[in-house]
Nanobody, 125 residues
Framework: DVQLVESGGGSVQAGGSLRLSCAAS????????MAWFRQKSGKEREGVAT???????FSVDSVKGRFTISKDNAKNTLYLQMDSLKPEDTAMYYC????????????????????WGQGTQVTVS
């Protein structure tokens, strides 16, 4: 069975940093396709960051330059480094994994992923 376990969320002041982790079991972080999503209160889940061709990191405009996705293949763990946090980054953050890698343009769509973690809450005040 695939299990994704997020950690690292918390409450921080604006301008602060957090690093989220997503430990995977039953799924290879090194060869699979994974992404970070977030869901703000009352809103739909949205893609935040993923990898595209040749392992290049990609993030949406709202977090570009502040959030960085990375992975540690030896630890089979995905990370999201979040710097310069803003109140509008407040959300539940989820990691996701796909059975088969979607096309690049689909890598931040919820429907492209089969497995989800339980989420970790990030609150920025």
């Amino acid at each position: 069975d695939v299990q994704l376990v997020e950690s690292g969320g918390g409450s921080v002041q604006a301008g602060g940093s957090l690093r989220l982790s997503c430990a995977a079991s039953g799924y290879s972080v090194s060869t699979g396709c994974m992404a970070w999503f977030r869901q703000k209160s009352g809103k739909e889940r949205e893609g935040v960051a993923t990898f595209v061709g040749f392992g290049t990191a990609f993030s949406v405009d709202s977090v570009k330059g502040r959030f960085t996705i990375s992975k540690d293949n030896a630890k089979n763990t995905l990370y999201l480094q979040m710097d310069s946090l803003k109140p509008e980054d407040t959300a539940m953050y989820y990691c996701a994994a796909a059975n088969s890698c979607p096309g690049y343009v689909d890598r931040l769509y919820v429907s492209s992923y089969n497995y989800w973690g339980q989420g970790t809450q990030v609150t920025v005040s």
